[in-house]
């Protein structure tokens, strides 16, 4: 089966996380719901690689103007005792999961809206509700690397 004039390894890699997504698939013939889901996979992906790069700039550059003074300075010295830290770490960690809630249900609606046309409502709802699962699983992690890796001093 050839989906796009790409490498048998790459046909291999997309079937299997379409299957991942939606195990149905293998029992459909048609290869319309074949092309949708390639895309639906395929713009998944690239909305999960954005919102790594604006979840590492909005904790860079954003939600540094959440941090108030006191936590940061202490006697005209950087503050590093541990209710600093704490602190400054909480104001980032919560506005860092308010921004991935609020990118997380913007994905849903529109993979709603995506597959409306092709599925019924069940089927269209557990999909999209398995993506927003996986999506949110990766964005926690990730937001999770990114609040150690800030204060441990790996990102600038």
Known sequence: MVLLPISED???????????????????KQSKPMIKYTFYIIYN????????????YANTF??????????IWENNKERTDLTGLAGAATIKTLALL????????????????VLSDTEGTDRRNAIAN???????????????????????????
């Open 45 to 56: 992906l690239i909305y999960q690689l954005g919102s790594f790069f604006f979840f590492l």
């Open 10 to 28: 790459t046909n291999a890699a997309l079937l299997f996380f379409i299957r991942i997504l939606v195990p149905e698939l293998g029992r459909q």
């Open 98 to 113: 308010l921004e991935a809630s609020v990118l997380i249900l913007l994905i849903y609606f529109i993979n709603k809206l």
């Open 62 to 71: 954003f939600n540094e103007a959440l941090i108030p003074e006191s936590l």
């Open 130 to 156: 398995r993506t927003a699962k996986i999506n949110t699983i990766l964005s926690l992690c990730f937001i999770a690397i990114l609040i150690w890796g800030s204060f441990r001093g790996f990102l600038w």
